[in-house]
């Protein structure tokens, strides 16, 4: 099929089967297992879940290779749609099963469809994406380096997340500008039940939002802003980077008991 990779959806088609199959074989699948693909192009991912799987659910967003993938696929449910902008409980799955998700997905994306993962967790138990190593890198950095912020607490906090693999740009038509990597999140954490999700993440971009600044300065340039820190048992003098995720958990629960929205 002659259709080209479009750069307003961010594509680079994944052509090397090779890669295609250690994406795969991390989440360890049965036929019944619930998937979604996110984005599924001309269907190189696509074509070996469907060997694989009872039934597949693919969410892509450019309609030019929808009724190619209809065709190729009777095992393949699929749905023309943003992906950041469906919710996962309106895709008429069972909910009482753990979905897996995996995609190579548009690198220009990447963080809203993270983003939307976190929000969704509930309901997903595996995700493997194929994503630039860069962010790779963010979600999985140590303390006190460039890379450690928002993604390596929120993802640290939520899930177990590891670089499976690095991948070279060859694998890709076009050859993408930068590096990626073959990314597994596994939703395995078990939360603190006194903090509000919704409440962490936005404690944890806020103290971040003024990088190199001081926590004083970073919530004092927040939604945060009216709180009263006086009781707060961490030094506002130090960055968020100096933080660990423990930390941020106790900084949610003081500012939750604080009633600041």
Do not use: W
Request: glycine share 4%; net charge positive; with cysteine.
């Amino acid at each position: 099929m002659g259709i080209k990779p479009l750069k307003k959806f961010g594509q680079n088609y994944l052509v090397d089967k090779n890669t295609i199959l250690k994406m795969i074989d991390v989440l360890n699948l049965v036929p019944k297992d619930q998937v979604i693909e996110i984005g599924p192009g001309k269907g190189s991912i696509t074509d070996e879940l469907t060997k694989q799987l009872n039934s597949l659910l693919a969410v892509e967003i450019d309609t030019r290779v929808i009724d190619d993938l209809k065709n190729r696929y009777k095992n393949l449910d699929l749905i023309n749609a943003d992906f950041t902008k469906v919710k996962l409980s309106d895709l008429g799955k069972d909910q009482t099963i753990p979905t897996k998700i995996i995609g190579n997905i548009p690198f220009n994306l990447t963080g809203k469809i993270l983003f939307k993962l976190l929000e969704e967790k509930k309901l997903i138990s595996d995700v493997v994406l194929l994503m630039p190593f860069d962010i790779a890198k963010r979600m999985v950095a140590k303390k006190r380096t460039k890379e450690y912020g928002i993604l390596t607490i929120l993802f640290g906090y939520f899930s177990t997340t590891k670089i499976v693999y690095k991948v070279s740009r060859n694998v890709f038509i076009p050859k993408p500008n930068v590096e990626s990597a073959i990314v597994h999140i596994k939703f395995d954490k078990l939360e603190d039940e006194k903090v509000q999700k919704k409440m962490f993440i936005k404690v944890v971009k806020a103290s971040f939002g003024n990088r190199r600044k001081t926590l004083k300065n970073s919530l004092g340039n927040s939604i945060f802003r009216d709180c009263d820190f006086s009781n707060l048992g961490i030094s506002l003098q130090k960055r968020a980077e100096e933080l660990e995720t423990e930390d941020f958990i106790e900084l949610t629960k003081y500012i939750q008991e604080n009633n600041v929205s």
